[in-house]
């Protein structure tokens, strides 16, 4: 065994040479692997080895370049010369994949020239959501191995795909039952085989019978195109992959592969590449609390009881079914649960009817919930959520029940989107226990999770929360107690100055569309009218003071009945302005004393965008939220801001600091009102040059 870098080894069986990447947590493409590639590489050959297996320890196959070396000054070996020292080899170079071969990693496995897996192991180029393409030769050589079609998807997705899917499309050659041990075993096998067979040494980039059926087939990625145009809006990146894609197909490798660097060089000097780089990061950060360490011991939970089938309890029972924890829903009534696991029911026979999940799995997640009309059926559960509407009262007398039903140690959490969970914590005789678990709707689809950290709230409640977060697939971030936690409380400063702009003479089409093509996939207009205007409405205590209780007083609900700020057609959904409701809102504003005038599209967008920042910093002046990248998380992952501009903390820096304190100052002496008052820290970060992405408590 030679050590060649701190990273890199080479070992040997008989006469085949055996290159052993160790670079921990993921064998990322750090400079000392790629200089240890490629000193063993030339060593083995040196060596006269008869063949060489390329094998990774620990948990995966490399997954990709070192993302931490981005943007920082280059060091050590590019990956060209390795990749180009494994092509041209004069023996067979054998790639042995576990775990998950992506980005960088892929690439290199796509220079050997057979390449053998673990029945387990994943493949993707994920490097599309990092704002970036696959710069090492993956657009040029991945289409050749697969098609042109199969290479579109996964690269402007981003997507894994798992060994079957890889075998059919050629991306691998043999798979491989067991460990990392039969792993090795069956690539050395594997490797002598091609030696004594003397199988030819192929060089993916002198392939071209994959491509030939897409060459000049202008069609073919135009169609392509237009079906990712909704998906990918505002995104360079996935455009930047068609491109290669298209060169891959048309022009020989080598130019192919000068586009490649072009077009790499491009996005990757980019800001939405940083920014997507960035969120890559606060996502993992988000999971690490400062004061949990990492081996908090933790509930284990087996079977979690949720109370409430409506849509958001129903929601939630299935994130867990999905991942086969048991789960029992209570709901007050036969009727009601019926309905409610009449709703999951049909949620699952719709993703079997896409195919995003298989036939059988409809049958099995719903025998995993057990539906109950009794909140003693959650006397056995780990973990109870309770899903009701947000009324202190209610929850707290749902909380007072609860106490007394559940095993002691249990995690009692309650799904309020605003409600102060130590009000809620405070009638329980274990206010240790008690925790938010904010899910968003629709809840099996949304990534977030805003847990909620009470006052009492035990380390091991707020692990057990985090923990279980992950295990359901969410992305959580930890924060505290106030009036609508981070997200809507920023979004209650938005809500407030939309209204406000309406009053001055803008329009909601003005100001949805104003965000829409700042990359919001909606405006605050069109997503009341989705989520419904009358939510909280009641008739006999409206008063006709503000738009929204006049549009619910002249029968306007939203979507639902097809007129809100706008009129839908019943068929497709598509929204129109509606003259009446803009004639409605003069005829308030005129009552109110205001002339209308011409709003501009870049004052609604600061309007709109910095009252939220100000709420932001002050968010973590309190210490609400633990980081800044951590709102960033919560506002790209729950609501619609655009991933390529990183979260408003983040662009907030971008924009620059003391241009918006300006911009806060010259507003808040203009308007007035409490979310124009300049947070301290914010003109604090402004004056220091500090950031509010890096900032933390
Ligand atoms: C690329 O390859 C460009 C090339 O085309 C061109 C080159 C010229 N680098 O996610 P986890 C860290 S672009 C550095 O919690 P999991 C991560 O920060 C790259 N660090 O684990 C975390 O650190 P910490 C294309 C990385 O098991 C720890 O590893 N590749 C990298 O849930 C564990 O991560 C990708 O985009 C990296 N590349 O998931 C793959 N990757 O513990 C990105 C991870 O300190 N990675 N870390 O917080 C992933 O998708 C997941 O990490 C993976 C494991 C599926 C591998």
Redesign the pocket.
Request: glycine share 20%; hydrophobic share 40%.
């Given at each position: 065994m030679t050590e060649l870098t701190q990273s890199v080894r080479l070992e040997t069986e008989g006469s085949v040479a055996l290159i052993i990447v160790d670079n921990p947590?993921?064998n990322?493409?750090?400079w000392h692997v790629r200089a240890g590639l490629f000193e063993g590489m030339s060593r083995a050959v040196a060596d006269g080895a008869s063949a060489i297996v390329l094998i990774c320890d620990g948990?995966?196959f490399i997954?990709?370049?070192?993302?931490?070396?981005?943007g920082g000054a280059p060091k050590g070996p590019?990956?060209a010369e390795t990749q180009a020292a494994m092509e041209d080899a004069p023996v067979p170079v054998i790639a042995a994949i576990h775990?998950?071969a992506?980005?960088?990693?892929l690439?290199v496995a796509l220079c050997a020239h057979y390449r053998v897996a673990l029945g387990s192991a994943?493949f993707g180029?994920?490097?599309v959501?990092?704002g970036?393409?696959?710069?090492?030769g993956?657009t040029q050589r991945l289409p050749r191995l697969t098609g042109v079609p199969k290479a579109l998807e996964m690269m402007t997705s981003?997507r894994?795909i798992g060994t079957a899917e890889a075998l059919e499309c050629g991306l691998v050659d043999e798979v491989v039952d067991g460990d990392l041990a039969a792993l090795r075993a069956a690539a050395v096998a594997f490797a002598r085989r091609a030696v004594d067979e003397g199988l030819p040494l192929v060089r993916v980039r002198d392939r071209d019978d994959k491509v030939l059926p897409a060459r000049g087939d202008t069609k073919l990625f135009a169609d392509f195109r237009a079906s990712i145009a909704h998906r990918t809006r505002g995104f360079l990146a996935p455009e930047y992959n068609v491109r290669c894609v298209e060169a891959a197909a048309n022009l020989p490798f080598e130019e192919g592969m000068q586009v490649e660097a072009t077009l790499?060089r491009e996005v990757m000097s980019g800001s939405q590449s940083s920014a997507q780089r960035y969120a890559?990061?606060a996502e993992?950060?988000a999971?690490?609390v400062p004061d949990i360490p990492a081996d908090t011991p933790t509930v284990d939970v087996a079977r979690v009881g949720v109370l409430g089938a409506g849509t958001m309890g129903g929601g939630i029972a299935m994130n867990f079914a999905n991942v086969g924890i048991a789960v029992t829903i209570v709901e007050r009534d036969q009727e009601s649960l019926d309905r409610g696991l009449g709703v999951v029911r049909k949620n699952y026979e719709r993703s079997a009817s896409r195919g995003s999940i298989p036939a059988e799995a409809v049958e099995q997640r719903m025998a995993l919930i057990t539906g109950s009309t009794d909140k003693a059926d959650f006397a056995d559960c780990d973990l109870v959520i309770e899903a009701v509407f947000e009324n202190m009262d209610l929850k707290q007398s749902i909380f007072r029940e609860l106490d007394t039903i559940c095993k002691p140690g249990a995690v009692l959490a309650t799904n309020t989107s605003a409600l102060d969970v130590n009000a809620i914590a405070a009638v329980t005789s274990r206010p240790e226990s008690v925790i938010g678990m904010h899910f968003f709707s629709p809840a099996n689809v949304m990534k977030l999770l805003e847990v909620v950290r009470g006052s009492a709230s035990s380390p091991t409640t707020i692990a057990t929360a985090m923990a279980v977060a992950k295990r359901i697939g969410k992305i959580a971030a930890l924060v505290g107690v106030c009036n609508g936690f981070v997200g809507n409380r920023m979004l209650f400063m938005r809500g407030a100055e939309a209204e406000r702009m309406l009053l001055e003479g803008a329009t909601p089409a003005q100001i949805d569309r104003v965000l829409y093509d700042f990359g919001f996939p909606m405006g605050p207009f069109a997503m009341s009218d989705l989520a419904g205007l009358d939510i909280g409405w009641k008739a006999e205590r409206s008063t006709g003071s503000t738009i929204r209780e006049l549009m619910c007083e002249s029968g306007r609900r939203g979507q639902k009945n097809g007129r809100g700020y706008y009129t839908y057609d019943p068929d497709t959904r598509d929204k129109t302005p509606d003259p009446e409701v803009e004639q409605l809102i003069r005829d308030f504003a005129t009552s109110k004393g205001h002339e209308p005038r011409e709003v501009t599209d870049q004052e609604v967008l600061e309007r709109l965008l910095y009252p939220m920042i100000n709420e932001g910093a002050k968010i973590l002046d309190e210490g609400i939220a633990i980081r800044g990248s951590d709102i960033d998380v919560i506002w790209v992952n729950g609501y619609g801001w655009p991933l390529y501009r990183g979260g408003p903390m983040w662009w907030a820096d971008s924009v620059g600091l003391a241009e918006i304190v300006e911009r806060i100052r010259t507003y808040g002496a203009a308007l007035g009102g409490r979310h124009w008052e300049l947070s301290p820290l914010l003109e604090r970060l402004a004056a220091d040059g500090g950031q509010l992405q890096s900032f933390s408590r």
């Open positions: 947590p993921v990322a493409l750090s948990r995966t997954a990709g370049a070192d993302i931490t070396e981005f590019g990956l775990g998950t992506l980005g960088g990693g690439e994943k180029l994920p490097e959501n990092l970036l393409l696959p710069g090492a993956g981003g894994h790499f890559f990061f993992r950060a999971n690490k």
